[in-house]
């Protein structure tokens, strides 16, 4: 895969989650895929409840793969309902933060796919606080 393109079985997989969405509130559905460092792929979208406190797309994707066993994530992908960039909210970025390494990669495409921008960690979450900062 280059950086200008995004597989259309991805692709696929990010609008069918996307579709699947429950966002009776915002209107805004989201879908998220990652895949793990064994190559296993998670799918996640937002769920809206009607305290407004909901759980995003990135979250229900990590939360999938760390049921898993899984710990390390290779790439994130992220789709929005529409042409504009939906990129991981802040306390999405920490959670990917947890699971990632330099080599991970964070791709936001717009609602049909097209691959909008393309990030590495430390592009979406400069100076991070991890793991490593907490004493052992």
Do not use: W
Request: contains cysteine.
């Amino acid at each position: 895969m280059n950086e200008t393109s995004i597989d259309t079985a991805i692709v696929g997989e990010l609008i069918a989650v996307r579709d699947r969405a429950y966002a009776p509130y915002s209107k805004h559905p989201v879908g998220a895929l990652v895949e793990s460092d064994s190559g296993t792929r998670y799918l996640g979208a937002n769920v809206e409840v009607a305290h407004y406190k909901s759980i995003c797309a990135e979250a229900s994707a990590i939360a999938a793969m760390a049921s898993a066993g899984e710990r390390r994530l290779r790439d994130v992908y992220v789709i929005g309902p529409g042409e504009h960039l939906c990129t991981p909210c802040g306390d999405c970025r920490q959670r990917i933060r947890e699971f990632a390494t330099p080599e991970t990669r964070i791709h936001v495409v717009d609602a049909r796919g097209r691959l909008l921008k393309c990030y590495t960690m430390d592009e979406l979450l400069p100076d991070a606080f991890g793991p490593e900062n907490l004493p052992t």
